[in-house]
């Protein structure tokens, strides 16, 4: 019998084949993303048994902790099973109060790919996502292009095998697309946030991946009766539902749910078991519409 992660299905990222569930890092450090988690073998033990689940895509960054997540990884997954997928990112750097900047210039960001690889104990990072920060919050336009060209230049001497770009406009999306192959965007989608609709079916009809964070709203968690009232319905969490509502939008959606909990980590696997009847899908669809409008 199937288990929710392989029902979920799997999905090309780059060269590799992925499963569409996978595992985001960033809860692993410690409170606002920053510093060590209080309980470190909790971390290493939700990283293992996220693994032995099947979950062969795992994001991080460097600039979590900051490298604190990368050196958790490293501890509890190294030497890394064949078919694992680690997809990072750059373009950010932490300030002392724990403040995300911007950091994108050439120097900054090979510094960032070399932090990476040292921390992750890698000697090649699997993806790289520019992660821009002209607005820290939400994409607005600008030209990637140095950004870009710079990880592109890395690609060809080996330290990158695949780019993608974070926090990005469509507009942004085909710029860097001029420049380098980029095989996935992870930008903010979820129920009522669904300003990337559009793009989501651009970039399936071209192959490229879509990875979605804050599947429930992140920070400022979405409040949703009719994903509470669904949840409820089919005995299932919110996120459950959440997740399982992103699984169906599009078969180039990877997820990549966080959490430093096992128990939450088997929740989120098990999204992969769930059904979604079809009024539930309609009553789930509409809160993005509404949302829209108001």
């Known amino acids: ?32 993303v920053f510093g060590p988690p209080k309980d470190p073998k909790a971390a290493l033990t939700v990283l293992r048994e996220a693994v032995e689940s099947g979950v062969n895509h795992i994001d991080t960054a460097d600039f979590y902790g900051p490298h604190i997540t990368n050196q958790l990884i490293r501890e509890a997954l190294s030497p890394y099973r064949n078919g694992l997928v680690i997809g990072t990112k750059i ?10 900047l911007p950091a994108a210039s050439p120097q900054e960001l090979t510094q ?20 821009c920060m002209l607005n820290a919050h939400h994409p607005v336009e600008g030209s990637l292009e140095e950004a870009v060209s710079t990880l592109a230049e890395l690609q060809r001497h080996g330290l990158v095998r695949h780019i993608g770009v974070s926090n990005v406009t469509a507009a942004q999306v085909a710029e860097a697309r001029q420049i380098v192959d980029i095989v996935c965007v992870q930008n903010q989608f979820n129920l009522a ?9 651009q970039l399936l009809r071209d192959g490229i991946a879509y990875v979605p964070f804050f599947p429930l709203g992140g920070f400022t968690p979405l409040q949703s009766s009719a994903l509470s009232e669904v ?9 459950q539902v959440a997740l399982a509502w992103l699984l169906r939008r599009a078969p180039n959606i990877l997820l990549i749910p966080g959490t430093s909990s ?3 980590l088997r929740e989120n696997i098990a999204a992969g078991d769930l059904e979604l009847p079809s009024d539930a899908v309609a009553a789930l669809d509409a809160v993005g519409q509404l949302q829209a409008r108001s």
């Open 1 to 32: 019998m199937k288990t929710g992660i392989e029902k979920s299905g799997s999905y090309k990222l780059g060269s590799r084949s992925v499963r569409r569930l996978g595992y985001g890092a960033m809860q692993l450090a410690g409170p606002g």
């Open 91 to 100: 373009g950010a750097l932490r300030g002392a109060d724990g403040s995300w």
């Open 112 to 131: 960032a790919v070399h932090d990476n690889l040292r921390n992750l104990g890698l000697d090649v990072l699997d993806v790289v996502n520019f992660r």
């Open 193 to 201: 946030h669904r300003a990337d609709d559009a793009l989501i079916d």
């Open 231 to 239: 949840a409820a319905r089919l005995g299932a969490s919110p996120m």
């Open 262 to 264: 096992v128990a939450h």
